[in-house]
Antibody, heavy 118, light 107 residues
């Protein structure tokens, strides 16, 4: 069974940093692209970043480019999101999601809440 | 960036109704479109990929159609478990944009 478990969320002050992790199990992690998606309270889904299976291709939404860094460790079956220069508008539940072979986001974690507030 | 626009934003329907949600892309995305269902407080769930392919385990009352810039998600006979918010997503470009969502409410 595919499992994705996010961790690392919490309360952080504006301008601060946070590192999210996503532990993957139940599939060959190194074979799949991975993604981060966020959802602000009461709002819709927003794609944040994607990384290919070997980290060769990395993409970011304009809203986080230059502040967030996606990475992965295939030996540890883990996905990361380093978030710097956090703003109030980054407050959201952050989901990690595994791409299917066609590209749609086939499996999702339960999410971790990030709150940016003074 | 490719923009995705869903309509309607909210839909009121009864159990047994046929429901259709539309998603329009700002430029052609071929068939690289997915539909997701999200219930309150839960992670999204993939329903349809590549515009019309049903994800394994998803009931056959869900179907998708379209290509290019216009797509639809149809629920043939709405069930109590289907009251939720639905999102489309394009994955034609590196920027995997979502639509704003359509909330299906009980009439």
């Amino acid at each position: 069974e595919v499992q994705l478990v996010e961790s690392g969320g919490g309360l952080v002050k504006p301008g601060g940093s946070l590192r999210l992790s996503c532990a993957a199990s139940g599939f060959t992690f190194s074979s799949y692209s991975m993604n981060w998606v966020r959802q602000a309270p009461g709002k819709g889904l927003e794609w944040v970043s994607s990384i290919s299976s070997s980290s060769s291709y990395i993409y970011y939404a304009d809203s986080v480019k230059g502040r967030f860094t996606i990475s992965r460790d295939n030996a540890k079956n883990s996905l990361y999101l380093q978030m710097n220069s956090l703003r109030a508008e980054d407050t959201a539940v952050y989901y990690c999601a595994r791409s299917g072979l066609g590209g749609a986001f086939q499996h999702w974690g339960q999410g971790t809440l990030v709150t940016v507030s003074s | 960036d490719i923009q995705m626009t869903q309509s309607p934003s909210t839909l009121s329907a009864s159990v047994g109704d046929r429901v259709t949600i539309t998603c329009r892309a700002s430029q052609s995305i071929s068939s690289w479109l997915a539909w997701y269902q999200q219930k309150q407080g839960k992670a999204p769930k993939l329903l349809i990929y590549k515009a019309s392919s049903l994800e394994s385990g998803v009931p056959s009352r869900f179907s998708g159609s379209g290509s290019g810039t216009e797509f639809t998600l149809t629920i043939s006979s709405l069930q109590p478990d289907d009251f939720a918010t639905y999102y489309c997503q394009q994955y034609n470009s590196y920027s995997r944009t979502f639509g704003q969502g359509t909330k299906v409410e009980i009439k």
